[in-house]
Nanobody
Framework: QVQLVESGGGLVQAGDSLRLSCTAS????????MGWFRQAPGKEREFVVA????????YYADSVKGRFTISRDNAKNTVYLQMNSLKPEDTAVYYC???????????????WGQGTQVTVSS
């Protein structure tokens, strides 16, 4: 089992920045990659970004390219999501997930964090 613990959500204004963190209890071949998803009220959970532990390769959703940056600290088993130029439409619960590779497919991620609320006011 892999436990994921997220932190860093909050209430900010449009244009502000926020950084989320997600720490994995351990790394295994089954969680070779980490991803961030988000779910707004009344909407389906959607892919945001993912990163591979081994080489740091990343994959971003078009909606966040140029504004969000994912990074990882292998020594701490932690990934970070730096969110800049936040918009009200970024408001959602953000979930950290662990899976075998960087993919947008939600079912490919086996382990999930509890979620952290991000609210962006206009």
């Amino acid at each position: 089992q892999v436990q994921l613990v997220e932190s860093g959500g909050g209430l900010v204004q449009a244009g502000d920045s926020l950084r989320l963190s997600c720490t994995a209890s351990r790394r295994t071949p089954r969680n070779s990659a980490m991803g961030w998803f988000r779910q707004a009220p009344g909407k389906e959970r959607e892919f945001v970004v993912a990163i591979r532990w081994s080489d740091g390769s990343t994959y971003y959703a078009d909606s966040v390219k140029g504004r969000f940056t994912i990074s990882r600290d292998n020594a701490k088993n932690t990934v970070y999501l730096q969110m800049n130029s936040l918009k009200p439409e970024d408001t959602a619960v953000y979930y950290c997930a662990a899976g075998r590779d960087t993919t947008v497919v939600i079912t490919a991620y086996e382990y999930w964090g509890q979620g952290t609320q991000v609210t962006v006011s206009s």
